[in-house]
T-cell receptor, first 115, second 115 residues
């Protein structure tokens, strides 16, 4: 399978715990994006990388959230001190870049439930 | 202000009929791209079709076509000969090319195809 993969697919945690999600983009894709989707809504942009550089962060990305893409390949999204409002589907996408590339390919998502 | 507006929260359509999903957008950027994604109940986001703001012709991909009316800032998705497998959430989205590379999604339309 050469698509975008995400791990884990589901995560249940208690409030206050830290969680980390991983995204493996399509291998030749330079750009990697994180989105969050809450129930009944469309995905909302969180952040994106061009290779290892984090180029933009949404205001949705509070200081409890941190994302990395250390070698320009896979990326991790960490949420510290989780809150119930963090419960959502976290989607990763990748694209060839540069800008004007037509398609972002999405992974299956990680569904986070904070109890 | 909403960048992407999808006014139909849900639609019911008889199998084999054509269906139009409405989308209007708001941007002052002369260069932008418009997307439609399908999200089945399994959760993955599936790219359907793309229209660039400078494209002269409406985009088509198999049974999908995008009715692009630039002056009205409208980008409706038309699905011809609907199938039961078309039942899903459909998201209209936009990328403003001169701002950044993130995609802004609408709230979606849930399409139900009736046998």
């Amino acid at each position: 399978d050469t698509g975008v993969s995400q791990d884990p697919r589901h995560k249940i945690t208690k409030r206050g715990q830290n969680v980390t999600f991983r995204c493996d983009p399509i291998s030749e894709h330079n750009r990697l994006y994180w989105y969050r989707q809450t129930l009944g809504q469309g995905p909302e942009f969180l952040t994106y990388f061009q290779n290892e550089a984090q180029l933009e962060k949404s205001r949705l990305l509070s200081d409890r959230f941190s994302a990395e893409r250390p070698k320009g390949s896979f990326s991790t999204l960490e949420i510290q001190r989780t809150e119930q409002g963090d419960s959502a589907m976290y989607l990763c996408a990748s694209s060839r870049g540069p800008i004007n590339d037509n398609e972002q390919f999405f992974g299956p998502g990680t569904r986070l439930t904070v109890l | 202000a909403q960048k992407i507006t999808q006014t139909q929260p849900g639609m019911f359509v008889q199998e084999k009929e054509a269906v139009t999903l409405d989308c209007t957008y708001d941007t002052s950027d002369p260069s932008y791209g418009l997307f439609w994604y399908k999200q089945p109940s399994s959760g993955e986001m599936i790219f359907l079709i793309y229209q660039g703001s400078y494209d002269q012709q409406n985009a088509t991909e198999g049974r999908y076509s995008l009715n692009f009316q630039k002056a009205r800032k409208s980008a409706n998705l038309v699905i011809s000969a609907s199938q039961l497998g078309d039942s899903a959430m459909y998201f209209c989205a936009m990328r403003e090319n001169n701002r950044d590379d993130k995609i802004i999604f609408g709230k979606g339309t849930r399409l139900h195809i009736l046998p």
